[in-house]
């Protein structure tokens, strides 16, 4: 059906279970689950936050294939929660149901111990390849790679690569059969398509796309989907420092990745946890924690900025309607430099900005930043006019020009400083540079008005 | 090769190609252009910031397959500009071999005589498919699909299918075959795969999967994302409201799609740019143009905020040792704000929050909110009280719990809202948010310590 539709139709699929769930109306429960998209399955598992309701609707679900695909859907914290109740028997035929990836994204997720007892319960060769899998960091292309494809040597022809193709019932991604070497080297690509145009007895190896496209396994996840998007493909080939093809990565595990990296990028932006995933089921007592640090940043800052303030005391008492305009230079100075940020941060990100646009970029920010600054100056500052005195008006106004510069200023050079550095520049640009905005912001609005005071521009009021 | 070496090799590339343009040196600069991907020619273009060296470089890419393709992967503005340099003949060759999409794409963003003449003088079946998706508004359903698809009668047997995926040409996802009845409307589906796997003889109709997932014309193009993600799908095919396939979307748009809406939601979060594109090659003034409405709010609410400041002026100058937490005070508040309205804004869009999960997530805000405002209330009241006195404390740490409060409550209801008003939540987030909680966060901190003030509970200082 149409998809406007499908989040309609789910809100009342939710309360629908809920309420069978209340009642225990467990036979029509089973039913309904059953004729469900096992996607859609997890999606209410996900938006009943209560585990044994979970545990209740997933046991409802017919078939340890079915089962397996509405776990590898489910958020981590869930998952444990309801996996671990499952019978011993069912749990070894989920994990030999699911894909390797996700089985090693299962048991990494599980109690050590646990995982370490179920691993020695699979059958040898399912085992062997989960562990190898378990080696990779989670975020890295060995982390997500499957170790289900399809590779045939180059000496195999079009005909005999179909047949292989027709048996594997394995494979993930059956769109592209990768060629390698006698020593598993992966030396070229024929999508089925092209294979299914080609003259039967011609070898793969005569008509195979080559160099091809590829990630190595340490590499990063994020660099991972950046290539795939870029070469618009269905599955990228993992190799090893070797060259020997290891996995693959298939395009809906990227569009996972560029998803996650997306929101863990917007959630760092506004300092909200960084390595954990901030979850909806998270308590609000483990999101306080996660968030309380970068917070801790602004407290710091602010008791700073506090401090700044008494070393302007005299200025203070003497024009206290200085006073006023202090949060609108603030709240200018934040907001311009959480623009620049944004902007670099999210280009770094998405590969429009390398660090060789560096100073292209910076230039732009100081130009957008002193026009800026200008335009909200006079405002500001015919604002302080008229209510105030001209003088107010000036030290206000062209404190607010100068300190918008700074702001972009620091706004752009900050997250491009932790890129070079090799740290993530996301994590900068929300408590981080506001704060440094507010310190550098309050100091240059106070220290142009004590500057006008002692030349005499300033009279002293109220 | 591995891709950390690519973004390495991208920076030697496009520093080659700039001192080869300097140089002149045409033919061995041709060469090199013709033995990348056209991604990375694309690539090197876009970074190439200067308009006669992109339309050089383009004119250098040999085939027109090549150079469609190179020209499909720019940005609107190099796009553009390069395209309408080329010669006639060029062009129209360019359009015919660029996918329908694109070249509804393309034409949309010349100026409309000038595609309405391009238009005219395409062949009739290309200019009905371009002129036909032209209809459709850019950010549906109907503005990214292709109506070049593979659809086969129910009837159709599995050989004659295969037979007929030989012979597509130009079909664009050929993963999936569709079946549609005598009047195409959409009936079922089958993977290239599971064709192969089929007995020859089948017809289609009695192994296609059904009902098949599908978008509308007229969805949101962020919906059809999500559900394309959601279900793991390579493609999702287009429906008319009279249920007949149109076209298909395939899963690199969607990429692009989620890419480009997650760009988007984090610049409106910070205020940057609504409904144009904010490119790196936008100049400062056009840039400056673009952000400065949103700042303007910042300022309007700032000399809401001062006038705030003078309704306290007794206040203020009676402790004038408040004024050095007023901006602790703002900044908390702004953070803590930004934290709530970006987890909201998030979670409505990859739908992991839906409008029926509102009440939970308030509360859970709410307690954050609260246990974050207790701590910092007492380490910010602490330092006052040391540095000052007992009382300044007691105002400063209590304001600072109290307005914890408010400004998680802003910045989970304003998205929230702006959501049930079928208003776009991101924009909500940034400059909005932050100047609300400034006004409120401000009158909350000044209102407390007049009250404390009037019951004698602060003594007058300094």
Redesign the interface.
């Known amino acids: 059906?149409?998809?406007?539709e499908?989040?309609q139709r789910?809100?009342l699929i939710?309360e629908t279970v809920r309420r069978l769930l209340r009642r225990g109306a467990m036979r029509h429960l089973g039913k309904m689950v059953n004729k469900m998209?096992p996607?859609e399955v997890a999606?209410v598992v996900?938006?009943l936050?209560d585990l044994p309701a979970q545990r209740i609707l997933v046991g409802l679900v017919a078939g340890v294939e079915h089962k397996a695909e509405v776990l590898s859907e489910l958020d981590a914290d869930s998952l444990v929660g309801v996996f671990t109740e499952l019978p011993r028997a069912e749990q070894l035929a989920v994990l030999r149901a699911l894909s390797s990836d996700d089985t090693a994204d299962l048991l990494g997720a599980l109690p050590p111990e646990f995982a370490a007892e179920l691993i020695e319960q699979l059958p040898r060769t399912e085992s062997d390849e989960v562990v190898d899998l378990l080696r990779y960091p989670a975020e890295t292309a060995g982390g997500i790679m499957t170790p289900e494809f399809l590779a045939v040597p180059t000496t195999t022809t079009c005909q005999e690569a179909?047949t292989r193709?027709?048996a594997a019932a394995e494979a993930e991604m059956?769109?592209y059969i990768y060629v390698v070497d006698a020593d598993g080297v992966l030396k070229g690509v024929l999508s089925?398509?092209e294979l299914?145009?080609m003259p039967p007895d011609t070898p793969v190896g005569e008509m195979m796309v080559s160099?091809v496209?590829?990630?190595?396994v340490d590499?990063d996840q994020e660099?991972?989907a950046?290539?795939?998007?870029?070469?618009?493909l269905?599955a990228i080939p993992v190799?090893d420092p070797e060259e020997r093809l290891v996995g693959i990565i298939t395009?809906?595990d990227?569009?996972?990745v560029?998803?996650e990296e997306?929101?863990e990028?917007?959630?760092k932006?506004?300092?909200?946890g960084v390595d954990v995933e901030?979850?909806?089921s998270m308590?609000?007592?483990q999101?306080?924690r996660l968030?309380?640090p970068?917070?801790?940043t602004?407290?710091v800052?602010?008791?700073f900025?506090?401090?700044v303030?008494?070393r302007f005391?005299n200025t203070?008492?003497t024009v206290?309607a200085l006073?006023?305009?202090?949060?609108?230079?603030?709240?200018?100075g934040?907001?311009?430099g959480?623009?620049s940020s944004?902007?670099v941060?999210?280009?770094l990100a998405?590969?429009?900005?390398?660090?060789?646009?560096v100073r292209?970029?910076f230039l732009?920010e100081m130009?957008?930043g002193a026009?800026?600054g200008v335009?909200?100056g006079l405002?500001?500052g015919a604002?302080a006019l008229l209510?105030r005195d001209p003088w107010v008006g000036l030290v206000v106004g062209s404190s607010l020009a100068v300190s918008s510069c700074v702001a972009v200023t620091i706004g752009t050079l900050t997250p491009i400083l932790f890129q070079r550095l090799r740290l993530d520049p996301a994590v900068t640009s929300?408590?981080l540079v506001?704060?440094l905005n507010?310190v550098t912001g309050?100091t240059v609005y106070l220290g142009v008005a004590t500057l006008l005071l002692a030349w005499g521009l300033l009279p002293p009021g109220p």
């Open positions: 059906m149409p998809a406007d499908i989040s789910h809100a939710l998209h996607a999606k996900r938006h936050d179909l193709l027709q059956v769109f089925l398509r299914l145009t160099p496209i590829r990630a190595r590499m660099e991972v950046r290539i795939t998007a870029r070469y618009n269905l190799v395009v809906d990227v569009i996972d560029i998803r997306a929101t990028d917007m959630l932006m506004s300092g909200t901030y979850t909806l308590g609000a007592l999101a306080a968030r309380l970068w917070l801790l602004n407290v800052g602010g008791l900025t506090a401090w303030m008494t005391t203070l008492e206290l006073v006023a305009f202090v949060p609108v230079s603030m709240a200018l934040g907001s311009l959480l623009q944004t902007i941060v999210r280009g998405t590969g429009q900005i390398e660090l060789g646009d292209r970029v732009r130009r957008v026009m800026i335009v909200c405002l500001v604002a209510w929300g408590p506001t704060t507010d309050l």
